[in-house]
């Protein structure tokens, strides 16, 4: 069974910094493309970044800058650094993976249960 669970939500103040982790298990997640997505209260999830096997990456637009993805194949783990973190940033984040790695776009087969970040201003 693949699973995902993410972690290092929380609170923190316009500005600061928060480091996400998405563990995997129950499939060779090394292969695939692993993503971070997010949902703000009334509004629809959308894609924030993501990291192909072979490490190139890619970004929203309005994270470009702050936000860095990155994978750890040996652990099973991706990450997202945030800084500067803005009020706007609050959401639930949602690890994913793809089982293809694509030149665009991101498909998700699997997601994780979601982290909560609230930044405060």
């Known amino acids: 069974q693949a699973q995902l669970v993410e972690s290092g939500g929380g609170l923190v103040q316009a500005g600061g910094s928060l480091r996400l982790s998405c563990r995997a298990s129950?499939?060779?997640?090394?292969?695939?493309?692993m993503g971070w997505f997010r949902q703000a209260p009334g509004k629809e999830r959308e894609f924030v970044a993501a990291?192909?096997?072979?490490?190139?990456?890619y970004y929203a637009d309005f994270v470009k800058g702050r936000f860095t993805i990155s994978r750890a194949n040996a652990q099973n783990t991706v990450y997202l650094q945030m800084n500067s973190l803005k009020p706007e940033d609050t959401a639930v984040y949602y690890c994913?993976?793809?089982?293809?790695?694509?030149?665009?776009?991101?498909?998700?087969?699997?997601w994780g249960q979601g982290t909560q970040v609230t930044v405060s201003s």
């Open positions: 990291i192909r096997s072979g490490g190139s990456t």
């Open positions: 994913a993976a793809d089982q293809v790695n694509r030149n665009y776009g991101f498909q998700a087969a699997w």
């Open positions: 129950g499939r060779t997640f090394s292969t695939y493309a």
